[in-house]
């Protein structure tokens, strides 16, 4: 029944050419299908085109090298030749903590109008559990309807979760296995055709709302566990206690113990934002996601505890923080990344900007800043920032940067992964 899928014969289509779009759909062409991603981005649409990157993870020579098969472009009329779609839209939350799904609802609205016999479509966008058969089914069965096509017969509808982690290699978006659940077992056949050619493994769970409620616990897992540490490492500030030894004791557990490890909070567009869609879901049904709740107000605070830490130390050198001169190292969410979304070293950033201090940062893979109001370029002269510097402040620590033996000459050196220090 799917055996263009499994010859490759079939061509696909993948809205959204992002963090998770461009390698999903670079990773659909290297398996032998035709793709061509959509985005309402002209700027990435040509881009992929003229086989220039714009993700980390992505390389110049992987556009070149899938040249004859990916394809870009904004117009939603190319799935009339499409045998399939996969949407990877962002899903983040609007300014008052709410889920903001209208990407995904603006794209569904495409996609219906350009339903026809035989088209799987897959959701790999995070949301809440239902947002698979309570927002994307409908629009396409609305549109579907007048013409007597049924969900699992004429058409197929699938949720399949990203699993992507930006600069990591050790696990691929082949290699890291792939949860996958169908509308109806026709769906999920289609699905398992459609993906099995691209992922090392699938794994099937019995329906897209389980599918979504698991890939939301996998967030919230780490969310949690960094706001377990994050306040570790209040606790052992308090108490006079060296976080690191007490960490890599614990550590030492063959057993019951991941470890975890404290920083200056928690960004990106994935981890401080998925864990909020289910604990808006379960007020939805008048109930609460309290760790979830809990988890969120430590990691909130950790940026105001680092800017604390600066002005205890420029205290103690008898400066305060207003007119100081700062450096903050870092400025993307997690390590090797050119992403400073939700980023708590712009938080970092932020708070010492709003307290007169003359903030500055650097980081290698973000040039400029424009996030939350802070709007700077990162200093081109990294050591002789160090030497004028009142104050270096560790945010983020790229693995082929040593920041602390950059900073070794600093007046006052902070680093945001466990320790305080002064007085190099």
Known sequence: MFEHFHNRAARVAVVGLGYVGLPLAVALAASGYEVTGIDVDAAKVDAVNQRR????????????????????????????????????????LDRSGQPDLSSLLASGREIAQHLHPGLTIVLESTSYPGTTTELLLPLLEAAAQPQGWQVGETFFVAFSP???????????????????????????????????????????????TAAEMAKLFENTYRFVNISLVNELLLMCDKLGLDCREVLDAAA???????????????????IPVDPHYLAWKMKAVNSSARFIELAGRINAEMPRYWVQKVQEAL?????????????????????????????????????????GAEAR???????????????????????????????????????????ASIARDAAILIDTRFTVQGGY
């Open 361 to 403: 940062y650097h980081d290698p893979y973000i040039p400029s800043l424009n996030e939350k109001g802070v709007l700077l370029t990162a200093v081109a002269d990294l050591e002789g920032e160090v030497q004028k510097a009142d104050c270096v402040l560790i945010a983020t620590a790229h693995s082929v940067y040593d920041w």
């Open 162 to 208: 990203e699993r992507v982690d930006p600069g990591r290699a050790d696990w691929t978006i082949r290699t890291t296995p792939k949860i996958i659940a169908g509308v109806t077992g026709n769906c999920l056949a289609a699905a398992q055709a459609y993906y099995g050619q691209v992922f090392d493994s699938l794994v099937p769970v019995s329906s897209p």
């Open 315 to 355: 205290s103690s050198a008898g400066k305060a923080v207003k007119g100081s001169r700062v450096l903050v190292l870092g400025a993307a969410y997690k390590a090797d990344v050119a992403d400073a979304r939700e980023s708590p070293a712009v938080d970092i950033l932020q708070r010492l900007l709003q307290q």
């Open 53 to 92: 990157s714009y993700v980390a993870d992505v390389a110049d020579t992987d556009l070149v090298a899938q040249a004859p098969r990916l394809q870009a472009t904004g117009d939603y009329a190319i799935l009339a030749q499409c045998d399939a779609v996969s949407i990877c839209l962002p899903t983040p």
């Open 252 to 270: 030492t557990k063959p057993f019951g113990f991941a470890k975890f490890t404290p920083g200056p909070g928690v960004g990106g567009p994935c």
